[in-house]
């Protein structure tokens, strides 16, 4: 069981970054899939969510309205689609099937002039 996130960087106020979960060993178009992050010093956050469908989508108020959740069950992959990012965005972002307790390694965002 694998769960290995990507796409994640160095990137402007203002830009956009989008992060991939891709799932692999188990059946992926089954579960929420859930996306948290952390920040140094702080706790884990969680940040979207998406269910097994892909129909309904759940935010952070900190994120709505930049973040887009999406997946694609044909390629085992969840998408985070980060727009008009913040200094505040900068964190370790991970992806969860928290159902199974399966967890990625995390991917790095930073943002930063």
């Known amino acids: 069981v694998q769960l290995v996130e990507s796409g994640g960087g160095l990137v402007q106020p203002g830009g956009s970054l989008r992060l991939s979960c891709a799932a692999s060993g188990f059946t992926f178009s089954s579960y929420t899939v859930t996306w948290y992050r952390q920040a140094p010093g702080k706790e884990r956050e969680w940040v979207a969510g998406?269910?097994?469908?892909?129909?309904?989508?759940n935010y952070a108020d900190s994120v709505k309205g930049r973040f887009t959740i999406s997946r694609d069950n044909a390629k085992n992959t969840v998408y985070l689609q980060m727009n008009s990012l913040k200094f505040e965005d900068t964190a370790v972002y991970y992806c969860s099937v928290n159902r199974k307790g399966y967890w990625g390694q995390g991917t790095q965002v930073t943002v930063s002039s």
């Open positions: 998406i269910t097994s469908d892909g129909i309904t989508t």
